[in-house]
């Protein structure tokens, strides 16, 4: 994949996160870079998401300095620097606000992976505490902890999906509000009638779809 297409792409991302309604228009924002390199492209901020084309991106080097653009890049740009200078396998980073998954983890409800594919995809789902968005401080705690997992809810702030490519980080973030929207409603049934159990997967069968899925 060229970088055109690549920048075609980040758009692309960011239009379908605000027509499903996991950003508003001048929320959220979306990186991605080739494989190996030591910079990126990012949304600007301040811009309606939904119309973004490739030549309002901003190129940003691993160590946040301001590589190309006329625009000013995403308040956001600290973090998605430190993601990608202690992460070589992430190519893709989408920050989107999920209205349901936000509001399950700013009132300390755990969001569990209860279907087959949030398990495959999502795995332990670990939640940040608050911190000022576009700070140092943030992006210090992210770096901190973006560990080996692939999807971060961020307190009171809203999620951050990492992937090889745009698709895969994309799908990890629609992925977590999916399941968190199946958790609410079992949540609420349940608040209706103590008399059910929500039930999971058996930790048995998650190792085994897990190894039969990847091979492990």
């Known amino acids: ?6 920048k075609a792409e980040i758009c692309n991302v960011m239009k379908n996160l605000y027509e499903k309604n996991l950003v508003a228009s001048l929320g959220g924002n979306v990186s991605a ?7 990126f492209w990012i949304t600007p901020t301040t811009k309606f998401k939904a119309g973004l084309k490739p ?11 301001l590589i190309e653009g006329k625009l000013r890049p995403s308040s956001e740009t600290k973090f998605h620097a430190a993601i990608y200078s202690v992460r070589n396998d ?5 920050h989107a606000h999920n209205p349901i998954s936000t509001a399950l983890a700013s009132l300390g409800i755990e969001i569990k992976p209860i279907t087959v594919n949030a398990v495959l995809t999502l795995g332990k789902l670990k939640v940040l505490e608050y911190e000022t968005p576009g700070s140092k ?10 560990g080996s ?3 971060l809810i961020l307190g009171n702030h809203g999620v951050v999906g990492l992937g090889k490519d745009l698709a895969e980080a994309a ?7 999916e399941v968190s929207k199946i958790n609410l409603i079992a ?9 059910l159990t929500l039930k999971t997967i058996p930790e048995d069968e998650v190792k085994a779809l897990i190894r039969y899925f990847y091979k492990e």
């Open 1 to 6: 994949m060229e970088e055109e297409e690549i």
């Open 33 to 39: 870079r080739l494989p190996g390199k030591e910079y």
């Open 55 to 65: 030549e309002d991106l901003l190129k940003v080097s691993v160590n946040g300095e």
């Open 90 to 94: 992430v190519n893709a980073v989408v």
């Open 137 to 146: 401080e943030l992006a210090e705690k992210i770096r901190e902890n973006v």
């Open 149 to 151: 997992s692939n999807v």
């Open 171 to 177: 799908n990890f973030v629609e992925m977590l509000e």
């Open 187 to 195: 949540f609420l049934l349940q608040s209706l009638d103590k008399r």
